[in-house]
């Protein structure tokens, strides 16, 4: 069965230093997102990309967070300048199209800023 | 906020159906209820997926009732792998999924 890679599955980083979360959506999908979840709360919405653009944000997104599908394959979440709050898993998910279609998620990256 | 309502925790014996409600009664016409579930810290896994009608895959069946406010993911034969929490989720507006805190699944031997 086809799934979402996401690499590394452990990041720690000193708060203020940037990191780049990398995700490889399954092939034939479209739609591109992330979601984060802190440690017992919600899964939350970050954004969705389509077309090389994004075509969502939450409020969560603000300007320390980027995306970016460098080439054809990969998908990659930067956040700028860590804060401790961003310490959380973050889940890449694709879907072949929209709507009405089921999302694939990754196993997710968590990440530890200290 | 999500759009669904859903008991905390519920517990279910190995090997018999686990059937989980949802409460949706603001939804749209044109709105889809998704289901997924998570288990640990793991993605949230995909389950099933229905606008009006029942819909059966081969993990699950999802009963919908007539007037769409709520609805019924039924695992047929839970085992101890299914423990986990389960999303009932209504897509709104754009291509986000909104989850609440869902149902925690304890499948018990």
């Known amino acids: 069965e086809p799934e979402v890679t996401q690499t590394p599955s452990h990041q720690v980083t000193q708060m203020g230093q940037e990191v780049i979360l990398r995700c490889v959506p399954i092939s034939n999908h479209l739609y591109f997102y992330w979601y984060r979840q802190i440690l017992g709360q919600k899964v939350e919405f970050l954004v969705s990309f389509y077309n090389n653009e994004i075509s969502e944000k939450s409020e969560i997104f603000d300007d320390q967070f980027s995306v970016e599908r460098p080439d054809g394959s990969n998908f990659t979440l930067k956040i700028r300048s860590t804060k401790l709050e961003d310490s959380a898993m973050y889940f890449c998910a694709s879907s072949e199209g929209w709507d009405t279609y089921g999302y694939t998620f990754g196993s997710g990256t968590r990440l530890t800023v200290v | 906020d999500a759009k669904t309502t859903q008991p905390p925790s519920m517990d279910c014996a190995e090997g018999r159906a686990a059937n989980l409600p949802c409460n949706h009664s603001?939804?749209?016409?044109?709105?889809?209820v998704y289901w997924y579930r998570q288990i640990h810290s793991q993605g949230p896994q995909y389950i099933i997926h229905g606008l009006k009608n029942n819909e059966t895959n081969e993990m699950a069946s999802l009963i919908i009732t007539e007037d769409r406010k709520s609805s019924t993911l039924i695992l047929p034969h839970a085992t101890l792998r299914d423990t986990a929490v389960y999303y009932c989720?209504?897509?709104?507006?754009?291509?986000?999924?909104?989850f609440g805190a869902g149902t925690i699944l304890r499948v018990k031997s």
């Open positions: 603001t939804i749209s016409g044109n709105e889809y």
């Open positions: 989720i209504v897509r709104v507006e754009g291509n986000k999924l909104v």
